[in-house]
């Protein structure tokens, strides 16, 4: 089965820092990965789908990168808003799979 | 705007049933494939279950196949889950989702664009 694999699966960060969460999948899913944010509470919300593309509404400071078997979200400017889990999914193979999650939290 | 409200959940006894109900809104519910996907503290996010735009085709993860049934009624904007044989490990916050479909040639790729706020089922005696 594909895995996918978040790290790290926590972080300490102060407002202002570049944040950099790694997904990486057991094998090659070309460029179908999303990012969700998750806030406590709620429900996720997409972020990036195919690797790098924003969704319409989300700040420029979210950005992802990479292709194949490795991607990265980075957060340019840590924002309070932002604190929250991070989760990667591939949609290569149908129906999907998610990373365990990366936890955004105030240093 | 895009909604999804999710509904149905609650407290149930291990082997009855419960089932779950999706409403949509703000968009062409009938041009969506959609889902169920559950969080638990120790699985994470896990997909339970899709069904395609018409209804024509379902598909389920290993874990609750032949338990657990989707549907939708497209004239009602509405999307389902019926849960049976319930268990312990089925406890878990269920959300609906909004395929968002890619195209390249033949080929579909779906990512989930809009989601519920997600409804409780516990499953305990």
């Known amino acids: 089965d594909l895995q996918m694999t978040q790290s790290p699966s926590s972080l300490s960060a102060s407002v202002g820092d570049r944040v950099t969460i790694t997904c990486r999948a057991s094998?090659?899913?070309?460029?179908?990965l999303a990012w969700y944010q998750q806030k406590p509470g709620k429900a996720p919300k997409v972020l990036i789908h195919?690797?790098?593309s924003l969704e319409s509404g989300v700040p420029s400071r979210f950005s992802g990168s990479g292709s194949a078997t490795e991607f990265t979200l980075t957060i340019s400017s840590l924002q309070p808003d932002d604190f929250a889990t991070y989760y990667c999914q591939q949609y290569s193979f149908y129906p999907g799979t998610f990373g365990q999650g990366t936890k955004v939290e105030i240093k | 705007e895009e909604q999804l409200l999710d509904s149905g959940g609650g407290l149930v006894q291990p082997g009855r049933s419960l089932r779950l109900s999706c409403a949509a809104s703000?968009?062409?519910?009938?041009?969506?494939?959609m889902r169920w996907v559950r969080q638990t503290p120790g699985k994470g996010l896990e997909w339970v279950s899709a069904?395609?735009?018409?209804?024509?085709?379902?598909f389920y993860v290993g874990s609750v196949r032949g338990r657990f049934t989707i549907t939708r009624d497209n004239s009602k904007n509405m999307l389902y889950l019926q849960m049976n044989s319930l268990r312990a490990d089925d406890t878990a916050v269920y959300y609906c989702a909004k395929e968002v479909a890619v195209v390249v040639g033949a080929t579909h790729y779906y990512y989930m664009g809009v989601w519920g706020k997600g409804t409780t089922v516990t499953v305990s005696s």
């Open positions: 195919k690797a790098s």
């Open positions: 069904i395609s735009a018409s209804g024509d085709s379902t």
């Open positions: 703000g968009f062409t519910f009938s041009n969506n494939g």
């Open positions: 094998q090659s899913i070309s460029n179908w």
